[in-house]
C-alpha cells in the first residue's frame, strides 16, 4: 500500500455498511489498514460484515445497531465508538433509501419525510456530531457523502431520492468550506448502478438487461470492488486538496 493511500491508525464509521456497496466501501478501508465501525439498523448483519471484514484483513472491527433518523442511536453511536477507539477519523454516510416510487402527486407528507430524514436528515445530523469529536482533536478528518447519480439527473417517480440526494450535494458543498478551517475534508461519491444485493433481481430481468444497455455506456452494472479504490482516495491523505468535490462512478451513463 502507497504511503498516501496507508489508513492504519484510522478508525472510520461507515453507516449502512453491512451491506452492499456500504460493506464495499468498509471493506476497501480496511484493507488500506483502517479499524471498521459498521452502524445499521440490523444489527446481526452488522455483525456478519465485521465478522467478514476482519477474518480477510485482520484489523479490529466493532458492529454497532444505529437507526441514522434517531439523533439519541446517532450520539450514543458516536460515544461508544469515542469510548472503544480513543478517536474517529473517518465517517462515511452510506445510509439510504429508495423510498416509493409514485408519483409526486401521488405521494403522502410520510412518503417524502422518510426519504429526506433517512438520506439528508441524517447525513446533517451525524456529521455534526462526529465533527465536533473531529474539532475536539484538532486532528483534522475525512466526511465521505454517498450521494447518487440521482442528485444531477431526474427520474419519474423519484422525487424525494432525487431531492435528498441533490440536498446531500449540496450539504457536502457547505460543509467543505465551513469545515477547511479544522483540516477536515468533505467529498461525495456518486454512484450509478452497481451490483448489490437489493438490485440484482430487477436486472437479471429482461427489463433490467435493457435499462443497462440503454442507459450505461460501458453496458454492464458497476461492482462492489469498483467503489474502493475512490472511497481510500476520500479517506487518505491522497485527497488532502480535494473538499467539496463530487466523484462520479456511472460507467459514463451520466455522459450521455
Partial sequence: MLLYFDLTGKVAIITGG??????????GLAEAGASIVIAARRFGKCEEACKDIKGKTGVKTLPYRCDVTNKDDIDNLVNVVIDEFG??????????????????????????????NTNLKSVFTLSRSVVNKMIERNKGGKIINVASIGAIIGWSNMSAYC??????????????????????????????????????????????????????????????????????????????????????????????
Fill in 163 to 256: 431531492a435528498s440526494k441533490g440536498g446531500c450535494l449540496q450539504l457536502t458543498k457547505v460543509m467543505a468550506l465551513e469545515w477547511a478551517r479544522y483540516n477536515i475534508q468533505v467529498n461525495a461519491i456518486l454512484p450509478g448502478y452497481f451490483d448489490t444485493p437489493m438490485n440484482k433481481e430487477f436486472f437479471a430481468t429482461e427489463t433490467g438487461k435493457n435499462v443497462i444497455m440503454r442507459n450505461i455506456p460501458m453496458k454492464r452494472l458497476g461492482q462492489i470492488e469498483e467503489i474502493k479504490g475512490v472511497a481510500i482516495l476520500l479517506a487518505s491523505q491522497a485527497s488532502s486538496f480535494m473538499t467539496g468535490a463530487a466523484v462520479v462512478v456511472d460507467g459514463g451513463q451520466t455522459c450521455w
Fill in 87 to 116: 478517536h474517529i477519523d473517518i465517517l462515511v454516510n452510506n445510509s439510504g433509501i429508495g423510498g416509493s416510487e409514485k408519483p409526486i402527486l401521488e405521494m403522502t407528507g410520510k412518503d417524502w419525510d422518510t426519504v429526506l
Fill in 18 to 27: 453491512a451491506t452492499g456497496i456500504g460493506k464495499g466501501i468498509a471493506e
